[in-house]
């Protein structure tokens, strides 16, 4: 896994506080912020998440159901939605990218328990162990 890999698994499984990411996120560049953005709505994918989940990130993080991604990955039709919210204006990134992590940490949460709760060989899920993977930090 790369670097950015390895930070974004460890925020949503809350190795590091959403906090200290966000700082992250706020000190890259533009075209940075738009491919972490585009890296998480991936990782969701892959990781199955759901409309249904939307509920569940947004009380996780702490955004009004109102905020425009909110609003978004609750809508249905989740890739689609993914598509708009990692579009969305500079100044909706913050609050983007605090929903997606949450997001991919609900699915993630989910999916460890249905299939990886006897063991699994993905590396992300041995993140707070290190079992081959060095700990990066946002």
Do not use: Y
């Amino acid at each position: 896994m790369d670097g950015r890999t390895v930070i974004l698994n460890e925020l949503a499984q809350g190795i590091h506080p959403l906090t200290q990411g966000v700082g992250w996120f706020e000190g890259l560049a533009d075209t940075e912020q738009f491919e972490v953005l585009r890296d998480l709505a991936g990782f969701c994918i892959q990781t199955r998440a759901t409309s249904e989940d939307g509920s569940e990130s947004i009380r996780r993080v702490g955004i009004r159901p109102t905020h425009t991604p909110a609003v978004l990955v609750t809508r249905g039709r989740l890739t689609e939605q993914l598509a708009k919210i990692i579009n969305l204006p500079h100044g909706e990134r913050v609050k983007a990218f605090r929903l997606l992590v949450a997001l991919l940490g609900v699915a993630d949460d989910r999916r460890r328990l249905r299939f990886c709760a006897d063991g699994c060989g993905h590396a992300w899920h041995h993140l707070r162990t290190g079992a081959g993977n060095e700990t990066a930090t946002p």
